[in-house]
C-alpha cells in the first residue's frame, strides 16, 4: 500500500515542470488563476494545503469552505493577504515565500538605474516625437549615476543587498 498523498489546492499560474513537481508530492487540485472566487471555494472542499497568489485575500469564508486545511502558503512576500488571527484560532498554518522576489527586484532596480541615468524615457519620447531626426533639436542623452542623490535611494532588505552582489 502507497503512501497517502496530502490533497492541496493550487490556485496559482505554474510552470509545467513546477507544477509536475507539486503533483508528485501531493494530489494537487488546480484552480485556474483567475477563475471566480466561488470556483476557488468549490476547490477547497477536502483540501489539506493552499497555495496561491498573494493578490487572493485569504479570509474566513476561505478556511470556512475548507474544513480539513492545515497550511496555507501566499505566493509572494508578506501576511497583509491573510486573516493570521483567524487562521491562527483554527490552527492553520499561514506561510509565504520571503525570497521569492528578492532577483527579479534586484533586477528591476538595476534596470531602471540604468534607464534613470541613461534617460531611456525622455530619449524614447524624443525619438518617436521625431526629434531624432531633427539633428539641432538635439536631447542630452545621459546623466551621471553620481547625479542620483543618496536621499533617492531606498533601503529595501534583502532587494538592496542582492542588487550590491549582482
Not at 70 to 75: D, M, T
Not at 107 to 121: E, P, W
Request: charged content about 20%.
Amino acid at each position: 500500500m502507497g503512501t497517502v498523498r496530502p490533497k492541496a489546492c493550487i490556485h496559482l499560474p505554474l510552470a509545467k515542470d513546477l507544477a509536475a513537481r507539486v503533483d508528485a508530492v501531493c494530489k494537487a487540485h488546480h484552480v485556474a488563476f483567475g477563475a471566480p472566487r466561488e470556483q476557488l471555494l468549490a476547490g477547497l472542499a477536502d483540501a489539506e494545503g493552499l497555495l496561491l497568489s498573494n493578490q487572493v485575500y485569504v479570509d474566513g469564508s476561505v478556511y470556512d469552505a475548507a474544513p480539513r486545511l492545515r497550511v496555507v502558503s501566499g505566493f509572494g512576500v508578506g501576511y497583509d493577504r491573510f486573516d493570521v488571527e483567524e487562521a491562527t484560532r483554527r490552527g492553520i498554518a499561514v506561510c509565504n515565500t520571503p525570497e521569492v522576489v528578492t532577483v527579479p527586484v534586484a533586477d528591476f532596480t538595476i534596470g531602471l538605474i540604468l534607464a534613470l541615468t541613461r534617460r531611456l524615457f525622455q530619449n524614447q519620447t524624443h525619438v518617436r516625437s521625431g526629434g531624432w531626426a531633427r539633428r539641432p533639436d538635439a536631447f542630452p542623452c545621459v546623466c551621471d549615476v553620481a547625479d542620483v542623490g543618496e536621499e533617492q535611494v531606498l533601503d529595501a532588505g534583502a532587494s538592496d543587498r542582492a542588487v550590491s552582489t549582482s
